[in-house]
């Protein structure tokens, strides 16, 4: 029997990448974050395909890659904050595995986020931006199978709880892929690019 997945969502800032990246270290499990498969796959940044095709465009990539990562199974994934609200990637990653919502406070987000060396194309207006994107998105984060808050916790402290809900739940054996690292493309994330064996 196939394992599942542990799929990390949330609002930008929420720990996503910096927690597949933990989790993958301490499990020994490949770590894919889906921006960074789109950058590789695209050739852009999420930036260069927000500002050049627009949003749509990207979202239809980001459903595509969701798509091809949801076969896989025994991994982590990470999503971009908008991939769960599009109503086929919540059935391609809910059907793949268990689905963890990494909430935070706003001020926390945005305190993160105003450190990060990576852009966001959905907060050119600041924390404006962030609140009401989080305003739009919470309601469809809780459908996720657990709800975790990180607010005012460390990596460590927050991995334990996601370790304990994978290996409960998680029934997760090695992993069918091939792994090898790779940078995205201003090395701000990293992250295993997974090809199916």
């Known amino acids: 029997m196939l394992g599942k997945n542990l799929v990390l969502i949330g609002m930008p800032g929420a720990g996503k990448t910096t927690l597949g990246n933990y989790l993958s270290a301490k499990l020994d499990i490949p770590f894919l974050d889906t921006d960074i498969y789109i950058e590789q796959t695209a050739g852009k940044s999420v930036m260069e395909i927000f500002s050049c095709s627009g949003e749509d465009e990207f979202r239809l990539i980001e459903r595509e890659i969701i798509s091809k990562a949801s076969m896989i199974r025994n991994i982590i994934i990470a999503t971009g904050g908008g991939a769960w609200t599009d109503s086929r990637n919540r059935k391609n990653l809910t059907d793949s595995g268990i689905v963890v919502y ?33 305003s739009k998105r919470h309601n469809e984060y809780k459908l996720a199978n657990h709800i975790i808050d990180t607010t005012g916790k460390s990596v ?22 091939e792994t090898g690292k790779e940078k995205g493309f201003f090395g701000d994330r990293e992250c295993d690019i997974l090809r199916k064996s």
Not at 102 to 107: A, E, F, H, T, Y
Not at 108 to 131: H, I, M, T, V
Not at 162 to 177: H, Q, R
């Open 156 to 177: 460590k402290k927050t991995g334990e709880e996601l370790i304990e809900i994978f290996c409960l739940e998680g029934d997760y054996g090695n992993p069918i892929v």
């Open 102 to 134: 990494l909430d935070c406070s706003l001020k926390e987000l945005w305190n993160r986020l105003e450190n990060s060396r990576q852009p966001r194309p959905l907060l050119k207006d600041g924390f404006e931006s962030l609140s009401r994107l989080y």
